[in-house]
Each structure stands twice: as C-alpha cells, then as structure tokens.
C-alpha cells in the first residue's frame, strides 16, 4: 500500500512540475513554432518569387536576343534598358553587355564603346568580366578607333599571365597594322604564334598576317 501511495505522490509531483513548466514556458514555445512556422513559409515565398522572377529576367533576355539577331536594334535596345533597370541576378549585367553589341550593330560604335568602359570601370563587376569588356572595347576601336585608343583598352590584358592575352595581342597587332605600322605589328602577332597556350585560330591568323607583312618586305 505504501507502495502505491508513493507512486500517486510522485506522478502528481511530477504532473505538478509539468504543469509549472507549461505555465512558465508554454507561451514562448507557441510563440517560438509559429516564428519558425513563419520564417519557414516566408523563406518559400521569397524563393518562389525569386525563382519566378529570374526566370521572368530569363524570358526577357532570350527575347531581346532573338529581336537583335531579327535586325530590330531598336526594340532590342529598349528591351536591354527594361532588363537592366529591373532585371535580378546577372541578367542586368548581361544587358549591360548585349547592349554595347546592339549599339555596335546599329552602327553607334562611340555609344558601344561608352557602354563597355562603364562595365570595365564599374568595381562591382567582377574583374574577369571587367577586362572582357575591356577586349570588346578594344576590339571595336580597331575598326572605329586609333591605336592609342585601343591600347588604352587591351594594354593591361597583354600580360604573360592573363588568360585574354592572345585577343589583346591581335586586337592591338591589327590597330598597328591598320595604321601602317606593320614593323610594330609584326613583333606582336609573333607573340601569338609563339604562344603554345594560343587557340589554334588566332595562331592561323598571326600566322596569315606574318607572312602578309614579310611579304610585304618588312622583316
């Protein structure tokens, strides 16, 4: 009987201790579960709206390529500022340099050129792409621009160690060659050929213009 006696006393104890423990804590563990509750379902929300409005930026960037591969240089270009101002993730940038090809395409190269030094100038960008812009700038001055200018684009990616050396060298080798400057251009498309690191087509091409300028009896 004692037994028993001791055993309802401790269960009431131990219902008593519970009860204390729910009173004191109940609440803030409701409160604690409907925040996780909340946070849980905010977090799902935003991811579906994120996800909803990349692919948006997605649809958008795919449509103004297709105008300006169409010709429509006009509708593209507004459909590239409608993404930079409102696009998420890198669709902006992405605009951004799609952009600087449309204002090229519809012959407003001093605009494509302005387009692509704020890209490179811009220290948010990351650099890889801060110096692609720089080879796109230099690239369109070696039809529309002087060496000076295209040197002042490609000159810093015209080292050793940068992996967009071998455009830089052509770009700026071309610039030479255009200004009747073939025994400056002749030292930098050799580079390129020297260069086992090279891709196979620039190589042909320096190679091409190597022998285009020794025949021409510069050596």
Known sequence: ??????????????????????????????????????ATGGWVLYDWWSTNKA????????????LASEG???????????????????????????MATVLAQKGDFTGSVAALDQVAADSAIPQG???VAKLRAGLVLVDHGSFADVEARVGPLNADT???????REALALSAWKENRPADALPMFQQIIDDQAAPGNLRQRATMMVELIRGSGVN
């Open 72 to 98: 429509k240089t006009d509708e593209a270009a507004a459909a590239l500022q409608t993404l930079e101002d409102n696009g998420v993730g890198a669709y902006p940038l992405l605009a951004r340099l799609r």
């Open 129 to 131: 792409l801060r110096d």
């Open 162 to 168: 940068n992996p967009l050396r071998h455009s830089a």
């Open 55 to 66: 692919n948006a930026s997605g649809d958008q960037f795919s449509q103004a390529l297709q």
């Open 1 to 38: 009987m004692s037994d028993t006696f001791f055993r309802e006393v401790n269960q009431e104890m131990r219902q008593a201790q519970a009860q204390a423990i729910w009173t004191r804590f109940g609440p803030i563990a409701i409160v604690v579960a409907l925040l996780i509750v909340l």
